[in-house]
């Protein structure tokens, strides 16, 4: 499902052109029209009809590539890509929390690029690997950073509520899921707590000095067929009002925004005033399915502040985000 959102993407890019397709073996030697079961709503591009479907290995692979292959097998196949001097930028988990593999989500920690030079120096890669976040992480963080930045973060519990497609095609049985709510979620609420803490960590001395601010994360699968809501409680460091919060988000801009990056959200976060939103079925689509759409900003008893925050997980979870790491790598001269 990822890799058709890179191909819908990735039509009429101002930047980047499909030139090279690849997957498993059972599909390699096939047109991509008769290997791929095309799910979007989309019609599949006709520019893609009839591009060959290679097997995953280097050889003949333009230098950027866009991976969003199964953990199980992607960890080996990007490492033998990046060996051979290819730019990996990946949706895959397997090298997300590695010390010197930048995990990015360019309006939050475009510095963490740095890393890039660190891990070819010790891995004696001539290419590169980049990851994005799992995409329940896209959102939370997207909404904490404004926070981090002018108050700084204490302590923060996430619950997800967490669409069908996300879990891939298939995905969930339809028994399963029907009228129901699924409680768990297999690695989740893990990658939700380690990749929160590195991506608002500092880059200090050619590592990630993980932030210092703990994360409670509890997720589950819904009955909804795109788009994560989390609701959101958070304790700040220093002082803030209701109005600083919704101030801090409103006034959130980054390096992709200054760049004018082809795939960056105008505005990276909305705020819906609306004591209902945001909803999957009113804002799944903001800003092209990039932006982070929050809302219902109010007093915690528990902790200072609770709200509920809302992002695209095949767009700016996951296809989106990849492309947007890929467009401030060619601004910051890594693709030259």
């Known amino acids: 499902m990822v890799g058709q959102r890179f191909v819908s993407l990735l039509q009429h890019h101002p930047w980047f052109e499909i030139k090279w397709l690849a997957a498993s073996e059972r599909s390699a030697g096939k047109t991509y029209r008769e290997a791929c079961t095309w799910r979007l709503r989309d ?36 490492q033998e890509f990046a060996q051979a001097g290819h730019v990996v ?136 067929e795109d788009g994560h809501t989390e609701t959101i409680s958070v304790s700040l460091k220093n002082k803030a009002t209701i109005a600083d919060i919704l101030q801090a988000w409103h006034d959130y801009r980054s390096l992709p925004q200054e760049r004018d990056l082809p795939s960056a959200p105008k505005h990276p976060i909305i705020v819906r005033e609306e004591r209902d939103r945001p909803q999957p079925k009113f804002d799944l689509n903001a800003e092209n399915g990039m932006a982070t759409v929050v809302g219902r900003l109010r007093e915690c008893p528990v902790l200072q502040f609770k709200y509920v925050a809302f992002s695209h997980n095949t767009i700016r979870g996951a296809a989106g985000a990849a492309l947007l790491n890929a467009e401030l790598m060619k601004s910051e001269g890594y693709l030259d």
């Open 89 to 224: 930028v990946s949706n895959s988990s397997n090298f997300r929390m590695e010390q010197d593999v930048p995990l990015l989500i360019p309006d939050v920690n475009p510095d963490h690029l740095a890393l890039i030079r660190e891990q070819q120096k010790l891995r004696n890669w001539k290419g590169t690997i980049v990851t994005n976040p799992n995409c329940t992480t896209v959102g939370l963080v997207m909404s904490l950073a404004p926070l981090a930045n002018n108050f700084g973060l204490d302590k923060v519990i996430m619950t997800s509520m967490q669409a069908v497609s996300g879990a891939g095609y298939p995905g969930t049985p339809t028994l399963d899921i029907l009228g129901n709510v699924i409680p768990y979620i297999g690695g989740e609420e893990e990658k939700v707590e380690r990749e929160t803490r590195k991506l608002l960590g500092k880059l200090v001395d050619g590592h990630v000095k993980m932030g210092d601010f703990v994360v409670s994360a509890h997720c589950n699968r819904v009955m909804v």
């Open 43 to 78: 019609p599949m591009p006709k520019t893609v009809w009839d591009l060959p479907v290679y097997e995953c290995k280097p050889g003949g692979a333009p230098q950027l590539l866009f991976s969003s292959l199964d953990s199980k097998v992607a960890g080996h196949v990007e």
